[in-house]
Protein backbone atom coordinates (compact mmCIF):
# COMPACT_ATOMS: atom_id res chain seq x y z
CA UNK A 1 0.00 0.00 0.00
CA UNK A 2 1.22 3.94 -0.53
CA UNK A 3 -0.60 6.27 1.15
CA UNK A 4 -3.68 4.28 1.92
CA UNK A 5 -3.76 2.79 -1.93
CA UNK A 6 -3.10 -0.09 -3.58
CA UNK A 7 -0.55 0.79 -6.06
CA UNK A 8 -0.99 -1.33 -10.14
CA UNK A 9 2.28 -3.50 -8.97
CA UNK A 10 0.76 -4.19 -6.01
CA UNK A 11 -2.45 -5.36 -7.54
CA UNK A 12 -1.26 -9.62 -8.44
CA UNK A 13 -0.34 -9.92 -4.99
CA UNK A 14 -3.79 -8.63 -3.59
CA UNK A 15 -5.78 -10.87 -5.74
CA UNK A 16 -3.74 -13.61 -4.15
CA UNK A 17 -5.07 -12.76 -0.50
CA UNK A 18 -8.50 -12.56 -2.24
CA UNK A 19 -8.20 -15.71 -3.72
CA UNK A 20 -10.09 -17.62 -1.86
CA UNK A 21 -13.44 -15.31 -1.62
CA UNK A 22 -13.21 -14.11 -5.40
CA UNK A 23 -15.15 -16.68 -6.89
CA UNK A 24 -17.92 -15.80 -4.12
CA UNK A 25 -17.98 -12.33 -4.67
CA UNK A 26 -17.89 -12.16 -8.57
CA UNK A 27 -20.70 -15.02 -8.36
CA UNK A 28 -22.55 -12.28 -6.36
CA UNK A 29 -22.70 -10.13 -9.09
CA UNK A 30 -25.71 -10.27 -11.25
CA UNK A 31 -24.91 -11.28 -14.82
CA UNK A 32 -20.98 -11.23 -14.25
CA UNK A 33 -20.23 -14.80 -15.65
CA UNK A 34 -23.15 -14.04 -18.10
CA UNK A 35 -21.23 -11.10 -19.86
CA UNK A 36 -18.25 -12.99 -19.75
CA UNK A 37 -19.58 -15.52 -22.00
CA UNK A 38 -21.10 -12.80 -24.24
CA UNK A 39 -17.87 -11.00 -24.72
CA UNK A 40 -16.12 -14.49 -25.41
CA UNK A 41 -18.60 -14.88 -27.96
CA UNK A 42 -17.03 -11.60 -30.02
CA UNK A 43 -14.66 -13.90 -31.57
CA UNK A 44 -17.10 -15.47 -33.86
CA UNK A 45 -14.74 -18.49 -34.51
CA UNK A 46 -15.95 -21.02 -36.92
CA UNK A 47 -16.80 -24.74 -36.10
CA UNK A 48 -16.61 -24.18 -32.54
CA UNK A 49 -13.07 -22.83 -32.32
CA UNK A 50 -11.65 -26.22 -33.51
CA UNK A 51 -7.88 -25.64 -34.94
CA UNK A 52 -7.70 -22.00 -33.24
CA UNK A 53 -4.92 -20.62 -30.63
CA UNK A 54 -6.91 -18.47 -27.60
CA UNK A 55 -4.91 -16.60 -25.55
CA UNK A 56 -6.44 -15.69 -22.02
CA UNK A 57 -5.04 -12.79 -20.06
CA UNK A 58 -5.35 -12.48 -16.67
CA UNK A 59 -7.63 -14.91 -16.37
CA UNK A 60 -7.78 -15.39 -12.68
CA UNK A 61 -9.64 -18.24 -10.95
CA UNK A 62 -10.68 -19.69 -14.78
CA UNK A 63 -14.24 -17.49 -14.70
CA UNK A 64 -13.18 -15.96 -18.26
CA UNK A 65 -11.55 -18.87 -19.34
CA UNK A 66 -14.52 -20.89 -18.79
CA UNK A 67 -16.70 -18.34 -20.98
CA UNK A 68 -13.74 -18.94 -23.58
CA UNK A 69 -14.47 -22.71 -23.67
CA UNK A 70 -18.25 -22.00 -23.90
CA UNK A 71 -18.07 -20.17 -26.83
CA UNK A 72 -15.17 -21.91 -28.47
CA UNK A 73 -15.13 -25.63 -26.98
CA UNK A 74 -12.55 -27.10 -29.45
CA UNK A 75 -9.73 -24.01 -29.42
CA UNK A 76 -6.21 -24.52 -27.90
CA UNK A 77 -6.85 -22.06 -24.49
CA UNK A 78 -3.58 -20.48 -22.66
CA UNK A 79 -4.57 -18.84 -19.49
CA UNK A 80 -2.15 -16.49 -18.26
CA UNK A 81 -1.95 -14.43 -14.75
CA UNK A 82 0.70 -13.06 -12.68
CA UNK A 83 -1.02 -14.42 -9.55
CA UNK A 84 -0.41 -17.69 -8.18
CA UNK A 85 -2.83 -17.64 -5.90
CA UNK A 86 -6.00 -16.78 -8.41
CA UNK A 87 -3.86 -19.45 -10.40
CA UNK A 88 -4.01 -22.04 -7.89
CA UNK A 89 -7.91 -22.07 -8.12
CA UNK A 90 -7.63 -22.06 -11.71
CA UNK A 91 -6.06 -24.88 -12.09
CA UNK A 92 -8.12 -26.63 -9.41
CA UNK A 93 -11.13 -26.87 -11.39
CA UNK A 94 -12.11 -29.19 -14.38
CA UNK A 95 -10.65 -28.75 -17.88
CA UNK A 96 -10.37 -30.36 -20.74
CA UNK A 97 -6.59 -31.23 -22.33
CA UNK A 98 -6.96 -28.12 -24.34
CA UNK A 99 -7.30 -25.29 -22.16
CA UNK A 100 -3.52 -25.13 -19.82
CA UNK A 101 -2.61 -22.26 -17.53
CA UNK A 102 0.54 -20.37 -16.94
CA UNK A 103 1.88 -17.82 -13.88
CA UNK A 104 3.39 -14.76 -15.35
CA UNK A 105 2.53 -10.62 -15.96
CA UNK A 106 1.20 -10.31 -18.99
CA UNK A 107 3.29 -7.95 -19.54
CA UNK A 108 6.05 -9.23 -19.76
CA UNK A 109 4.81 -11.99 -22.26
CA UNK A 110 6.06 -12.68 -26.05
CA UNK A 111 4.22 -14.40 -28.20
CA UNK A 112 6.61 -17.00 -28.43
CA UNK A 113 6.70 -17.77 -24.93
CA UNK A 114 3.44 -19.45 -24.95
CA UNK A 115 3.85 -21.06 -28.79
CA UNK A 116 1.75 -18.04 -30.30
CA UNK A 117 0.71 -15.95 -32.04
CA UNK A 118 -2.51 -16.38 -31.28
CA UNK A 119 -5.85 -16.04 -33.42
CA UNK A 120 -7.67 -14.44 -30.47
CA UNK A 121 -6.34 -12.70 -27.65
CA UNK A 122 -9.42 -12.18 -24.45
CA UNK A 123 -8.21 -9.71 -21.77
CA UNK A 124 -11.33 -9.14 -19.16
CA UNK A 125 -10.69 -6.51 -16.25
CA UNK A 126 -7.23 -6.23 -16.85
CA UNK A 127 -6.15 -3.40 -18.77
CA UNK A 128 -6.84 -1.23 -15.83
CA UNK A 129 -4.92 -3.31 -13.47
CA UNK A 130 -1.52 -3.14 -15.73
CA UNK A 131 1.78 -1.23 -14.49
CA UNK A 132 2.41 -0.19 -18.19
CA UNK A 133 -1.12 0.78 -19.23
CA UNK A 134 0.14 2.98 -22.26
CA UNK A 135 1.81 0.51 -23.95
CA UNK A 136 -0.17 -2.91 -23.06
CA UNK A 137 -2.77 -2.55 -26.94
CA UNK A 138 0.65 -2.73 -28.77
CA UNK A 139 1.85 -5.63 -26.46
CA UNK A 140 -1.47 -7.29 -26.98
CA UNK A 141 -0.93 -6.44 -30.70
CA UNK A 142 2.32 -8.88 -31.32
CA UNK A 143 0.60 -11.99 -29.33
CA UNK A 144 -1.83 -12.12 -32.07
CA UNK A 145 -1.47 -13.29 -35.69
CA UNK A 146 -2.17 -10.90 -38.45
CA UNK A 147 -6.19 -10.88 -38.62
CA UNK A 148 -6.01 -11.93 -35.21
CA UNK A 149 -8.71 -10.72 -32.68
CA UNK A 150 -8.28 -8.99 -29.70
CA UNK A 151 -11.38 -8.53 -27.55
CA UNK A 152 -10.93 -6.30 -24.18
CA UNK A 153 -14.01 -6.58 -21.60
CA UNK A 154 -13.63 -4.18 -18.77
CA UNK A 155 -14.53 -1.21 -16.49
CA UNK A 156 -14.85 2.06 -18.78
CA UNK A 157 -16.97 4.68 -17.30
CA UNK A 158 -19.15 6.79 -19.75
CA UNK A 159 -18.71 10.27 -20.09
CA UNK A 160 -21.12 12.08 -17.95
CA UNK A 161 -22.52 11.76 -14.26
CA UNK A 162 -24.80 9.27 -14.47
CA UNK A 163 -22.61 6.16 -14.41
CA UNK A 164 -20.20 7.64 -11.64
CA UNK A 165 -23.02 7.86 -9.74
CA UNK A 166 -24.04 4.50 -10.15
CA UNK A 167 -20.49 2.70 -9.87
CA UNK A 168 -19.68 4.85 -6.90
CA UNK A 169 -23.17 3.73 -5.19
CA UNK A 170 -22.69 0.11 -5.83
CA UNK A 171 -19.00 -0.08 -4.74
CA UNK A 172 -19.87 2.12 -1.65
CA UNK A 173 -23.00 -0.08 -1.23
CA UNK A 174 -22.51 -3.38 -2.14
CA UNK A 175 -19.46 -4.61 -3.84
CA UNK A 176 -16.97 -2.45 -0.89
CA UNK A 177 -18.67 -3.62 2.12
CA UNK A 178 -19.53 -7.50 0.82
CA UNK A 179 -15.01 -7.42 0.10
CA UNK A 180 -14.65 -6.62 3.47
CA UNK A 181 -17.33 -8.97 4.77
CA UNK A 182 -16.02 -12.07 2.78
CA UNK A 183 -12.08 -11.55 2.82
CA UNK A 184 -11.61 -9.96 5.72
CA UNK A 185 -10.12 -6.71 3.85
CA UNK A 186 -11.85 -4.27 1.43
CA UNK A 187 -8.17 -2.62 0.20
CA UNK A 188 -8.69 -4.56 -3.66
CA UNK A 189 -12.19 -3.25 -3.77
CA UNK A 190 -11.36 -0.11 -3.15
CA UNK A 191 -9.11 -0.45 -5.28
CA UNK A 192 -11.41 -1.52 -8.11
CA UNK A 193 -13.72 1.57 -7.64
CA UNK A 194 -10.99 3.88 -8.08
CA UNK A 195 -9.28 1.94 -11.24
CA UNK A 196 -12.72 2.15 -12.75
CA UNK A 197 -13.19 6.11 -11.99
CA UNK A 198 -9.43 6.91 -13.69
CA UNK A 199 -9.57 4.22 -16.52
CA UNK A 200 -10.67 5.68 -19.61
CA UNK A 201 -13.93 6.22 -21.06
CA UNK A 202 -15.03 3.55 -23.84
CA UNK A 203 -14.14 6.28 -27.10
CA UNK A 204 -10.83 6.92 -24.85
CA UNK A 205 -9.93 3.18 -24.56
CA UNK A 206 -11.07 2.38 -28.64
CA UNK A 207 -8.60 5.53 -29.59
CA UNK A 208 -6.25 4.12 -27.54
CA UNK A 209 -6.52 0.77 -29.39
CA UNK A 210 -6.74 2.42 -32.78
CA UNK A 211 -3.47 4.29 -32.00
CA UNK A 212 -1.82 0.73 -31.41
CA UNK A 213 -2.73 -0.29 -34.74
CA UNK A 214 -5.80 -2.27 -34.30
CA UNK A 215 -8.49 -2.08 -36.97
CA UNK A 216 -12.64 -2.41 -37.01
CA UNK A 217 -12.39 -1.40 -33.27
CA UNK A 218 -15.92 -1.75 -32.21
CA UNK A 219 -17.54 -1.36 -28.76
CA UNK A 220 -20.90 -2.98 -27.04
CA UNK A 221 -22.04 -2.32 -23.20
CA UNK A 222 -23.37 -4.67 -20.94
CA UNK A 223 -26.72 -4.78 -19.22
CA UNK A 224 -28.38 -4.32 -16.09
CA UNK A 225 -26.95 -1.64 -13.30
CA UNK A 226 -23.14 -2.54 -15.83
CA UNK A 227 -24.60 -0.63 -18.74
CA UNK A 228 -22.26 2.42 -19.52
CA UNK A 229 -20.25 1.08 -16.85
CA UNK A 230 -19.24 -2.26 -18.11
CA UNK A 231 -18.18 -2.58 -21.89
CA UNK A 232 -16.45 -5.19 -24.53
CA UNK A 233 -14.23 -3.98 -27.31
CA UNK A 234 -13.67 -5.87 -30.33
CA UNK A 235 -10.74 -4.89 -32.47
CA UNK A 236 -8.44 -6.58 -34.94
CA UNK A 237 -4.52 -6.99 -35.44
CA UNK A 238 -3.74 -5.61 -39.39
Not at 17 to 32: F, S, T
Not at 87 to 112: G, I, M, N, Y
Not at 145 to 169: I, K, S
Request: charge should be positive.
Amino acid sequence: MTGGRLPRSGVPAAFDRHAAAYDRLVGANPGYHADLRRAARAFALPADGAGARLLDLGCGTGASTAALLAAAPRAEIVGVDASPGMLARARAKPWPATVRFVESPAQDLAAEDLGGPFDGVFAAYLLRNLPARDAAPAALRSLLRPGGVLVVHDYALRDGPLARLVWHAVCWGVIIPAGRLLAGDAGLYRYLWRSALDFDSPEGLADRLRHAGFTGVRIRTAGGWQRGIVHTFRAEAP
